[in-house]
């Protein structure tokens, strides 16, 4: 189709106009070719004709479609050109008041000049992780799309902020900025983004001034790089700053003001720490008031300083450097305020001591004032010759006053920013960074000067660098796709930036001229005429000579070369700044000083340059030459070095456009709005889409869209590509319209609009159909109603004739059933008469012939019986005759076989006796004990094969006792021999058992007797030691006497040394009590970790608790060890009870003996750390005491050695005579010589250890006799030797008289010996003094605290009244009588199980003799010995449960892991809800019964901090989560319910009361429980919120329940970049209701409250309504009514299946209400001031805000819907102005319910609980 056949009726054209740039016309009759000119209608209904150029053949540009407008991308376009481009961001920024355009990369941004609800931190949540065509645009979309490349491609990227003054650049690049510090903060607790965020006041207050087009206009260009960690979290930031505008510290423009600092300071110089910096108000000084108002409407000066310091701190600039930089911002101030003296007859100037401000300069600088006075009005001119000072003219000084004060403006703003730098500079490794450059867009003044004409130069590389990646972008696209490249013209600036910046051009002539000694304005305006003269873009003005154009791709610009070269130069002199590096201030004086070999430039990009005071010859000082690198050279550079880091990242653009020069909110000015948008570049890529194919839709959109023009025979194909390539060329028939891609066709511009018709005509076409045949099923409807109310009446006359038909037949066939019925009655009686007569006669013939046959049978059966009776006789007869015979012969069998056994019993006997005498041979008697055992066995086995040889023989008589009554007799007669027999075998048992007992009380009188002797020894041993303590005593005295002086010297300084040990050991101890306290719960977890590894079947026992714990404490005995007795105990255990009662008295005994080894071995080893420590002490008095030591410690080291192994030993023998007793109890089930046995086993061992404990101490003794001597004879050679190095003629000091040598040698090993001996004494006397004493103290401490506890409870009840005195009395001796009770059915218990033990056999063996005299013959032999086994195994009948449970407190860590840090839900799944809750509660209620606080606090506060733990862990867990908050939940209320409140008592059952606490009030705990509660819901919401919110809007919003009702609308770059495959991650509504469902059905199994299920689900669906409203009214593609009625529909879905679940109390429906009115008003009828009045007083839960942007957003999928008129959202903020709705537009939903936890008591008792052997809680026990 060509573009002349679009130029018809109807059509809509744009033509040029010179107030609005474009206006819109209706072309009222076909154009045809050759046509002069178009008749058109503009909008006010006026005729107007538009005169054709037939020359140029140029038509008026053609309207967009109506349903293309107002898109959010305006490549999205079908006809792509400026006047469609203005039109869209206008009727977006005045009718739906959005400031956020899409232009392909680029995000065109209108400043509103109004605050708008856009920016929380709501909407930042609602960009953050969505595509970016998905959203409406926002700069948080483009900040998110940065955030996310970087992520993905992990490639640096930039957002480049551009745009004039006023636009709003600043605001959009600190909104960028919010946004990465709010979704990448840092993950440290650096605060690093609050940091970032703080740079930007201190950079407004120093860099941002008033303009005539801003009034908060950034005065200076920065690029900030925010740094990123390999998780993308910020770590960091820096910031480069280019070309700050010194100017304007000295010079304002008229309605200007200076820097925001300035103003700030004024404002607050009546604070009391700048009273010294001699400020007054604003208008007192010269270089802030030139611009005249010096306040800004709206803004407070004084608060935004306070906001400059507040972010100064936070940046971790010290105070003393924030009063520097006031001290130096005030100094300039004065500065400009210097009254200058112009002296008489003279060009001399001169300043006057007196000057105020001189004197406040020169103060707050820190510089000596007659310098700087001197030097502001001379400067010093060297030659070769000489050095003189010159005198500057007016103009000279003011102009050195201001270059002064611009650099130390200058050098101030440099170290601010890098101060900024250094606060925001991170040691980690940056992996990526996103910049933000928020820099100066193209200017133009009636003035330009050097600022501008760099600024405009930036722009041109900005510009050059976009027009490249935008054409790089195009390609890339079009070369990914398959289609055809061809070169698109577009315009390149390069010409105009090589006049800049190439080999002499403006810039090299500027350098070159300044370096030039005389060099002038006019003179470089005049080289650049003869230079750039025939340039394109370079032009002479006609009425200038010293101004310049410049053609830049935006306009042109008049610059005046007036103060080029000064601002190049940017000149001060050396004097004032060697002045200024003499200042008494630090900070002054480093602001000024250089590096060595020459001024240091500024790193390139880092801000303006410094000034170069030196000259380029080091000999001979220069006044006032300049840097080396002039201003424009250094921007240059830095200019450069952006682009390289621009052009090494993604770059990401931002426009920003000023509406109006007026400021007024909402306002747009068509002229201006194209101005920039030509100067900004946006058009440029409109123009470079157009020359394309800028319409691009995926197959799969097209399809869905145009499938209404296609074919039937066309769909049913499966290749979706080959029916579109089919459609379009049928449809278009210029191929080069369109082209296929590999995912998307591409369109020329204007295709999409013909495509759009051609379907609006097929859908009239369809809507005819539609009406036609709407209408003729009217007819027909009205037509079958008149047809169906003939029916009827016909029916009803039918009706009536046939029902009186039926009446009459009914009657008649009623009359023929009577008759029937009475003939039948009458005939039957007459039948049943007859019927009688017969039976009666039957009857009585019958019983006369039964009667004959009975008396026959009675004579038979009477015959029968005389016979039974005389055989019966004859065989009993027979029968005793050989039983009598039978029992002879047994007798006379049975006394041979006794008199044989007695022998062998007398054998066994003389052999037991000669055992007995045997004290070592254990092996021997074990063996011989074997060996009885096995001929018992023998024995035994003997008797079992007569028993079953009688058995059979007993089967056998009984089945011939029919056949032979003589054999029966015989059978009978050999039974009772055999009862005889086994009664005397009872009895010999019994003598036997008697026996024993003798035995055993004569083994208990000899252990009497030895008990006696040792008690004998003992009292004589301790009369000896009191002798020996004396002669100790007498000896110490003469000691002591001898060597008093000594002594007390030694004693003084061991004293000092002792206190200094004391005090180090103090602090050590210290640190190990901290230690211990860490450690000890670790040793506990360990310990309980190896009892429950290496013995699995161990059970504590209350009779041996302490042993096992000194057990566990003793490195001697191992853990295996243990393992092992508990192994065998195990194993007899299951042998049966009658074996387990012989051998647990003597596995407790052994048991016992080893334990008293081991702790009498621990005692030793105490007394061996004592004697160490006590020998490191005594160090200092005498070497001979530590030979004794040495002695004792040898002798003590020997006998641990061998306690050591003797222990070894008897552990191993223990194990060896365990194994033998388990082996022999599984071999024997009844015999009574094991006991005999086991006791006299038990005795030799006692007999063994004995003897073996005296050899030992003998054998010691022995040994360390060995040793003495070996220490004797070895300091005998020590003597030896000494004697021998002792000379012959040395003398004694201390003795008058001559004493012999030899003598004086024996005479001192006498002595060293003496007080060795009596050391030794000392030692081992202080040493149990020092015991004595740490007992008593251990009792009186003791004591102490008993005491103090009954005295404050004597005073807490003192202070009560009587009555209550008296009850807390009873309640405390109740309290101890109760645990004395426990204690003592502790101990009758233990006693119980002991004796039942111990009598177990005899009670077995009683059994079985009952047995058998009550079964006698009538009990089959094979079941006797199963009935005997079943009564061995009965066992006593528990006590009742009191639904407590008991645990020893080293158990608590192990209670704690089982029960909770271990824990997994699925464990306790079929046990009752909350299980967990009540053990836990059990526990308690047994440390409340016992009255033990210290178990109550820490059993509760190991559960808390358990809890915690395990919710830290798994804090992403929701069913975990959701576990524990039910248990704590249960737990809480198990502590209300059996508090004994009577307000938690109402619904407890009698039993339920006697389970309350009896002794503690826990509200404490319960609030604590209470909090934990509130947390733990808290986390499970935030876990079930991170599930859903992602699936949110795509299963509630974007989910097509009701498929094809939605349509698609043409998309923009944004929209297709988004759409990619690999984007696409869509959930259902059934995937959200199935995750919903989950939940439930968790929080319902684990026993959660049904109340609380109610409030998780309202907090899940008021997210679900916040977060699917927000993207509703950020979205605009889903703004329309078939979006309405998708989400209605979901929605209803939603409220289904919370009736389902009985969820409709919850609240959860009320939550979703704001989302149904919202898609209600998406479905209302939005036309007339009704259907206004219909939606305020519908939309009752939406604010204002929010029904206004929804009607904005308002998109008709198609061109028959129509869109909201802008009168018609007038009328509806009319009617709501009365409400008084907040201003927020977006929903918190993160915002949370307040949580109540109602009480819910339990119905189950605590005594009716099981514990399950899963939970490993075998150390619980029942009480």
Request: hydrophobic share 35%; aromatic share 8%; net charge neutral.
């Amino acid at each position: 189709m060509s573009t002349v056949q679009l130029y018809t009726k109807y059509t809509r054209v744009w033509i040029p106009d010179p107030d609005e740039v474009w206006r819109s016309a209706e072309i009222v009759k076909d154009y045809k070719e050759g046509d002069k000119s178009l008749q058109l209608k503009l909008e006010d209904e006026t005729l107007y004709e538009y005169r054709l150029d037939l020359q140029g053949n140029e038509l008026p540009l053609l309207c967009n479609p109506d349903i293309l407008v107002r898109e959010n991308d305006l490549t999205a376009l079908s006809y792509l050109h400026e006047p469609a481009v203005l039109h869209n961001l206008k009727v977006r920024f005045l009718e739906s008041n959005f400031v956020y355009t899409y232009c392909g990369i680029v995000l065109v941004a209108i400043n509103p000049y109004e605050e708008l609800p856009i920016y929380e931190e709501d909407a930042i949540y609602a960009y953050s992780g969505q595509n970016m065509g998905d959203m409406d645009p926002h700069i948080f979309a483009v900040a998110e799309e940065a955030y996310k490349q970087m992520a993905r491609d992990e490639k640096n990227q930039s957002i480049i902020v551009s745009g004039e003054s006023g636009a709003g650049k600043t605001v959009s690049a600190k909104y960028a900025m919010r946004f990465f510090t709010t979704v990448g903060g840092s993950a440290s607790k650096t605060n690093i983004e609050a940091k970032v965020l703080a740079s930007n006041p201190i950079m407004e207050a120093i860099g941002n001034a008033r303009t005539t087009r801003n009034d908060n206009s950034s005065r200076f260009g920065k690029y900030i790089e925010i740094g990123f960690d390999k998780r993308y979290h910020i770590i960091g930031a820096n910031m480069r700053t280019y070309l700050l505008e010194k100017s304007r510290v000295v010079f304002q423009a008229e309605h200007e003001r200076n820097y925001h600092i300035f103003y700030q300071l004024c404002a607050s110089s009546s604070l009391p720490e700048f009273k010294d910096l001699g400020l007054t108000c604003a208008e007192d000084f010269f270089y802030i008031s030139q611009g005249g108002d010096t306040s800004i409407s709206g803004v407070d000066d004084a608060d935004d300083f306070e906001k400059t310091r507040h972010a100064f701190t936070l940046l971790g600039v010290k105070e003393s450097h924030q009063m520097t930089i006031f001290r130096i911002i005030a100094a300039i101030l004065h500065l400009g305020n210097l009254e200058i003296q112009v002296e008489r007859g003279s060009e001399a100037c001169s300043l006057s001591s007196e000057d105020e401000h001189l004197k406040n300069f020169c103060g707050l600088l820190g510089v000596e004032l007659s310098q700087m006075q001197h030097w502001l009005c001379n400067r010093k001119l060297v030659t070769t010759a000489e050095t003189y000072v010159k005198n500057m003219s007016l103009h000279q000084v003011v102009n050195a006053r201001n270059a002064l004060a611009k650099h130390i403006y200058a050098q101030l703003f440099n170290w601010i920013v890098q101060h900024i730098n250094k606060a925001l500079h991170t040691t980690v490794k940056q992996h990526s960074f996103i910049g933000v450059l928020d820099i100066y867009g193209f200017e133009t003044f009636e003035v330009n000067s050097f600022e501008q004409f760099c600024i405009n130069y930036a722009n041109e590389k900005l510009q050059q660098q976009f027009n490249l990646h935008v054409f790089k972008l195009e390609q890339e696209e079009y070369m990914k796709e398959g289609i055809p490249w061809t070169l698109i013209d577009f315009y390149d600036n390069q010409p105009c930036i090589d006049l800049i910046e190439a080999k002499l051009g403006i810039l090299d002539l500027l350098d070159e001229e300044c370096k030039v000694p005389r060099g002038t304005d006019q003179n470089w305006a005049q080289k650049l005429y003869d230079r750039h003269g025939s340039s394109q873009h370079f032009q002479k003005p006609r009425m200038s000579n010293t101004s310049f154009i410049i053609l830049h791709f935006a306009d042109k610009v008049e610059y005046q070369s007036e103060g080029f070269l000064e601002k190049n130069r940017d000149t001060v002199y050396e004097e004032q700044i060697s002045i200024l590096k003499a200042s008494k201030y630090p900070m002054v004086a480093d602001l000024f000083h250089e590096e060595k070999g020459g001024v240091p430039v500024n790193p390139v990009g880092k801000g303006t340059s410094k000034i170069s005071v030196r000259s380029a010859r080091p000999a001979i000082k220069a006044a006032n030459k300049e840097h080396k690198k002039t201003v424009g050279h250094q921007f240059r550079n830095s200019l450069h070095l952006l682009m390289e880091t621009l052009n090494a990242t993604t770059p990401h653009y931002v426009r920003c456009i000023k509406p109006n020069d007026e400021k007024l909110p909402f306002k747009f000015d068509p002229k201006r709005a194209v101005q920039q948008l030509r100067a900004c570049g946006v058009l440029e890529t409109v123009r470079i889409s157009a020359a394309g194919f800028p319409s691009r839709w995926s197959y799969h959109d097209f399809l869905k869209r145009y499938r209404v023009l296609m074919k039937k025979s066309d769909l049913a194909k499966n290749d979706k590509k080959q029916i579109c390539k089919t459609l379009l060329e049928d449809l278009i028939k210029d191929p080069d319209k369109f082209q296929f891609g590999h995912t998307k066709i591409f369109f020329r511009a204007g295709q999409v609009a013909y495509l759009e018709k051609l379907r609006a005509d097929k859908f009239r076409a369809a809507i005819i159909m539609i009406e036609k045949t709407v209408r003729g099923w009217l007819q027909r409807v009205k037509y079958q109603r008149l047809r169906r109310a003939t029916v009827v009446l016909q029916r009803y006359t039918r009706g009536h004739l046939a029902r009186r038909l039926a009446e009459h037949l009914r009657r008649t066939r009623a009359a023929i059933i009577l008759q029937k019925q009475f003939r039948m009655l009458r005939i039957r009686r007459a039948f049943l008469r007859v019927r009688n007569s017969t039976i009666t006669i039957q009857a009585f013939a019958r019983g006369m012939f039964a009667r004959r046959t009975y008396h026959q049978i009675l004579a038979e059966h009477k015959a029968t019986i005389l016979q039974k009776y005389a055989r019966g006789w004859l065989a009993r007869t027979r029968f005793h005759r050989v039983q009598a015979a039978t029992i002879v012969l047994q007798c006379y069998y049975r006394r041979m076989k006794a008199r044989q056994q007695l022998k062998a019993l007398r054998i066994e006997a003389r052999s037991a006796q000669h055992l007995k005498k045997l004290n070592v041979g254990m092996e021997n008697k074990v063996v011989q004990l074997q060996r009885k055992i096995d001929e018992q066995n023998k024995e035994y086995k003997l008797l079992n094969e007569q028993l079953s040889t009688l058995t059979s023989a007993h089967s056998s008589e009984v089945e011939k006792l029919k056949k032979e009554l003589l054999q029966y007799q015989q059978s009978q007669r050999g039974d009772g021999n055999q009862l005889l027999s086994l009664q005397e075998e009872m009895e010999h048992l019994r003598l036997e058992l008697e026996r024993a007992h003798g035995e055993r009380k004569v083994v208990e009188d000899s252990y009497m007797q030895e008990k006696d002797l040792l008690r004998k020894r003992i009292s004589d041993l301790e009369e000896e030691n009191a002798l020996l303590k004396q002669e100790k005593e007498e000896l110490n005295s003469r000691i002591l006497c001898q060597s008093e002086d000594e002594f007390a010297r030694n004693a003084v300084e061991e004293n000092i040394q002792m206190k200094k040990e004391l005090e180090e050991e103090r602090s050590r101890y210290q640190n190990l009590v901290k230690e211990y306290s860490s450690l000890e719960q670790r040793y506990d977890n360990l310990r309980d970790e190896m009892t429950i590894i290496k013995a699995p079947g161990h059970r504590r026992n209350p009779s041996n608790q302490s042993s096992l714990e000194s057990d566990s404490n003793n490195p001697s005995i191992s853990s295996s060890d243990i393992g092992d007795t508990d192994d065998v105990i195990q194993q007899v255990e299951e042998i049966g009870m009658e074996k387990a009662a012989m051998d647990m008295t003597l596995f407790l005994k052994l048991q016992k003996r080893v334990r008293e080894l081991e702790l009498a071995r621990k005692k030793l080893q105490t007394q061996l750390e004592k004697k160490e420590q006590e020998s490191k002490k005594s160090q200092v008095i005498e070497t001979n005491t530590m030979t004794s030591e040495q002695e004792d410690f040898a002798y003590n080291s020997l006998k641990r050695q061998e306690l050591e192994s003797e222990n070894k030993k008897l552990k191993n023998e223990l194990n060896e005579l365990r194994k033998a007793i388990a082996d022999r109890a599984t071999q024997n089930n009844s015999s009574n010589d094991v006991q005999d046995s086991y006791n006299l086993l038990l005795n030799h061992l006692k007999a063994a250890n004995e003897e073996l404990e005296v050899r030992k101490e003998e054998v010691l003794i022995l040994r360390s006799q060995i040793m003495k001597a070996a220490q004797q004879k070895e300091m005998g050679k020590n003597m030896l030797k000494e004697r021998e190095s002792i000379p012959s003629n040395a003398s004694w000091p201390n003795s008058d008289r001559h004493v012999d040598q030899e003598d004086a040698i024996e005479a001192y090993q006498g002595m060293c010996e003496t007080n060795r001996l009596l050391e030794a004494q000392l030692q081992d006397q202080r040493r149990k003094h020092e015991e004595e004493m740490e007992g008593l103290r251990n009792q009186l401490d003791a004591m102490q605290e008993e005491l103090q506890k009954q005295q404050q409870a004597s005073l807490q009840t003192l202070q009560l009244s009587p009555e209550v005195q008296v009850e807390l009395g009873l309640q405390q001796e109740i309290t101890r009588l109760t645990n004395e009770n426990l204690d003592l059915k502790e101990l009758v218990e233990k006693l119980e199980k002991n004796e039942k033990k111990l009598k177990k056999q005899l009670k077995i063996y009683m059994k079985k003799v009952q047995d058998f005299e009550a079964s006698q013959t009538t009990l089959p032999a094979d079941r006797r010995p199963h009935d005997s086994n079943m009564q061995a195994a009965v066992q006593r009948k528990e006590k009742d449960f009191q639904g407590m449970l008991e645990y020893y407190k080293e158990d608590e860590p192990l209670l704690i892991r089982n029960l909770i840090t271990d824990l997994k839900p699925q464990a306790v799944s079929a046990t009752v809800p909350c299980l967990p809750a009540y053990i836990l509660f059990m526990c308690l209620r047994h440390a409340d019964y016992i009255n033990d606080d210290q178990k109550v606090h820490s059993l509760l506060t190991s559960t808390i901090n358990g809890i915690k733990k395990v919710l830290k862990k798994h804090h992403d867990d929701f069913e975990m989560t959701s576990f524990w908050l039910a248990n704590v939940c249960r737990l809480l209320h198990c502590l209300k319910q059996y508090s004994g409140d009577e307000g938690f008592m109402t619904q407890n059952t009698p039993k339920q009361n006697e389970h309350c606490l009896k002794n503690f009030d826990l509200t404490e705990y319960r609030q604590v429980l209470s909090h934990l509660s509130i947390q733990i819901y808290q986390q499970l919401i935030n876990i079930a919120q991170g599930i859903l919110q992602p699936m949110t809007v795509s299963a509630v919003l974007e989910n097509e329940s009701i498929q094809g009702l939605s349509g698609v609308q043409p998309m923009g770059y944004r929209k297709y970049i988004s759409n990619s495959p690999e984007a696409d991650t869509s959930y259902s509504l059934d995937n959200m209701i199935r995750q919903l469902n989950t939940f439930h059905s968790i929080m319902c199994d684990q026993g959660l409250d049904p109340e609380i299920v109610q409030q998780v689900f309202k907090q899940i669906f008021y997210m679900i309504n916040a977060v699917t409203l927000n993207n509703l009214l950020l979205r605009k593609d889903v703004c329309s009514w078939s979006t309405g009625m998708q989400l209605r529909f979901n929605i209803s879905q939603l409220e289904e299946w919370l009736h389902g679940k009985n969820l409709q109390q919850s609240g959860a429906a009320q939550t979703l209400v704001p989302l149904i009115q919202a898609a209600q008003l998406l479905q209302l009828k939005k036309k007339t001031s009704e259907d206004a009045e219909a939606i305020c007083s519908l939309c009752t839960s939406l604010t204002t805000q929010q029904i206004v942007k929804i009607l904005n957003l308002y998109t008709p999928v198609n061109e028959f819907e129509e869109r909201v008129t802008v009168a018609f959202i007038r009328n509806i903020q009319m009617h709501l102005q009365e409400r008084n709705d907040p201003p927020q537009l977006l929903l918190d939903f993160k915002h949370v319910f307040p949580v109540s936890f109602p009480f819910n008591p339990s119905s189950i008792t605590m005594d009716s609980i099981h514990l399950p052997a899963s939970l490993n809680l075998d150390f619980l026990n029942k009480v």
